[in-house]
């Protein structure tokens, strides 16, 4: 399966490639007058050489004053994301440690010494009208395309001591707690045989929590998004299952399914065996009811 998906890519690019070779003498940029075209909440504007004003003030010429929107503040340019400082997958404007400014290789430029968005993303690509990049490289990232994602990250982390960094082994040889791990993701180390769901509190958002590690996943489990509000139905069958298997599917602040709705990040023996959060914990996938999670929860059982 994956091979055929690679070749219809292949040939799809084919295809674009194609297309752009005609005017390969023409500028890359059509669109010098800025946005001829209205912008609105579903205008995806990357690699359209087109709303130029949408970022800049005027037209930059390569090499010269960019002339950035908003001082050329990230936050306010990428403001259709909705990141601020402390909900983005990867810690930015900081100054990175001598150990790792030796690691990282000169194709992940830093801004005022400092790691960016533009570190990772090379935003001009997508200023120019390349439709096959669009297809290739949707997120602009450097050196793209990456085998996994992770592939970048090893870039400028160390491998090993990443994967020693796994904040699922909770407990020591000896089965006690270690309290740092628990601060991967909660503010405080929680009381394992007092607290719920609604007396911790996290280090930032849910999603994000998971993602820092796990890469996005809007269209999982199963290719359908799941990261919203239940329908009325869903939510009463959620609710049965939370009393007939005695677990818990915690939803978000805003009542919206989330990674740890269905799955427990815990390690086994870390929430005592009776307490409800502590069903699937260290189990298969740590899905929360491993075997029939999707037969339950889409009321086919
Ligand atoms: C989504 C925002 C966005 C849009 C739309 C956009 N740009 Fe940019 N552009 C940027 C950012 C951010 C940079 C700075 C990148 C950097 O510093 O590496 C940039 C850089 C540039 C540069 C300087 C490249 C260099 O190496 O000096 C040029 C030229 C440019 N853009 C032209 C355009 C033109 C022409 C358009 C419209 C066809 C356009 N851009 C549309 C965000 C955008
Ligand atoms: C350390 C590298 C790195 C830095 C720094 C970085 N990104 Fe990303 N970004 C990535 C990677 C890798 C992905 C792809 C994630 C995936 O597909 O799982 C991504 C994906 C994205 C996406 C698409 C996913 C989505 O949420 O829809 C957006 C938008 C984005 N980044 C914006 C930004 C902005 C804005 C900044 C600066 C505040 C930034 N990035 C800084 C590596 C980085
Ligand atoms: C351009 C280099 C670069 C790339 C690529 C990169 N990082 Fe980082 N990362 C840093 C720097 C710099 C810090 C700040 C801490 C430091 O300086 O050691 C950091 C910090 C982090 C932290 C905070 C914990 C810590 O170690 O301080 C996490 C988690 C993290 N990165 C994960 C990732 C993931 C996941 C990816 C791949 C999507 C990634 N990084 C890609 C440079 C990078
Ligand atoms: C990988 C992230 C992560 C780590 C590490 C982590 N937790 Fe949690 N924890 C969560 C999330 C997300 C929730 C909210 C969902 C839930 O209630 O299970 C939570 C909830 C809890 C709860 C409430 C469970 C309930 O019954 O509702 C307790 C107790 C808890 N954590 C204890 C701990 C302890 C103790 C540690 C350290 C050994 C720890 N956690 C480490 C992510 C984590
Ligand atoms: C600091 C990085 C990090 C964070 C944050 C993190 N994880 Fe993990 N996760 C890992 C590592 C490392 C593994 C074990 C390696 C593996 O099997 O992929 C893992 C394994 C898993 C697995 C099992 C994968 C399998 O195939 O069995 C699930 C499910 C999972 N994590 C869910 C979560 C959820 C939900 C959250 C957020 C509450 C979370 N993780 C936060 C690093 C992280
Ligand atoms: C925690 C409960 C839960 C689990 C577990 C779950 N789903 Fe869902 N699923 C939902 C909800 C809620 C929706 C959104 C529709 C709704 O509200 O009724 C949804 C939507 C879907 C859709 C899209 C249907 C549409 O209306 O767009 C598919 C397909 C799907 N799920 C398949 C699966 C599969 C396959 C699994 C197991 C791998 C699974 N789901 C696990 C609750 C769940
Ligand atoms: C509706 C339930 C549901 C939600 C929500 C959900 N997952 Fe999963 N997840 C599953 C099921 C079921 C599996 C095992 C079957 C599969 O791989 O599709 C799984 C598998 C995984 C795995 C191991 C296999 C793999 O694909 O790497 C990881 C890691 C994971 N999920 C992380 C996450 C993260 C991170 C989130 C939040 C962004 C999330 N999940 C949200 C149900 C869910």
């Not at 087109?50 to 050329?72: A, D, Q, R």
């Not at 818990?248 to 390690?267: F, Q, R, S, V, W």
Request: charged share 30%; glycine share 6%; proline share 6%.
């Amino acid at each position: 399966m994956k091979r055929i998906i690679a070749i219809i890519i292949i040939f799809i690019s084919c295809i674009a490639f194609a297309e752009n070779d005609k005017d390969k003498s023409a500028p890359l940029v059509t669109d010098s007058s800025g946005s001829a075209e209205k912008v609105t909440d579903t205008t995806n504007p990357h690699y359209t050489g087109k709303y130029c004003s949408e970022c800049h003030e005027k037209t930059p010429v390569s090499g010269g004053n960019k002339f950035l929107k908003y001082s050329g503040d990230f936050y306010q340019l990428c403001k259709c994301h909705g990141y601020t400082s402390s909900n983005y997958i990867h810690p930015v404007d900081i100054a990175p440690s001598e150990e790792k400014k030796a690691k990282i290789p000169s194709y992940l430029p830093l801004r005022d010494g400092k790691l960016s968005c533009i570190t990772c993303h090379d935003i001009y690509m997508q200023c120019q009208l390349t439709p096959e990049f669009k297809l290739l490289n949707k997120r602009f990232l450097r050196g793209a395309p990456y085998k996994d994602r992770t592939a970048l990250c090893f870039r400028c982390h160390d491998e090993k001591k990443y994967k020693k960094l796994d904040p699922h082994n909770q407990l020591d040889e000896k089965g006690k707690v270690i309290a740092e791990k628990c601060l991967y993701c909660h503010v405080e180390k929680p009381d394992e045989n007092s607290a719920t769901f609604k007396d911790v509190k996290l280090v930032g958002d849910l999603k994000t929590l998971c993602e820092r590690c796990h890469g996005i996943r809007d269209k999982h489990p199963a290719g359908a998004s799941h990261l919203r509000r239940p329908s009325l139905k869903a939510l009463a069958l959620m609710k049965k299952m939370e009393s007939v298997f005695a677990i818990t599917l915690p939803l978000d602040y805003d009542g919206k399914i989330t990674c740890a709705t269905c799955h427990n990040p815990h390690e086994k023996g870390v929430i005592p065996a009776l307490r409800k959060g502590a069903k699937g914990a260290s189990e298969k996938s740590r899905q929360r009811l491993p075997e029939n999670m999707c037969r339950e929860c889409h009321g086919m059982s």
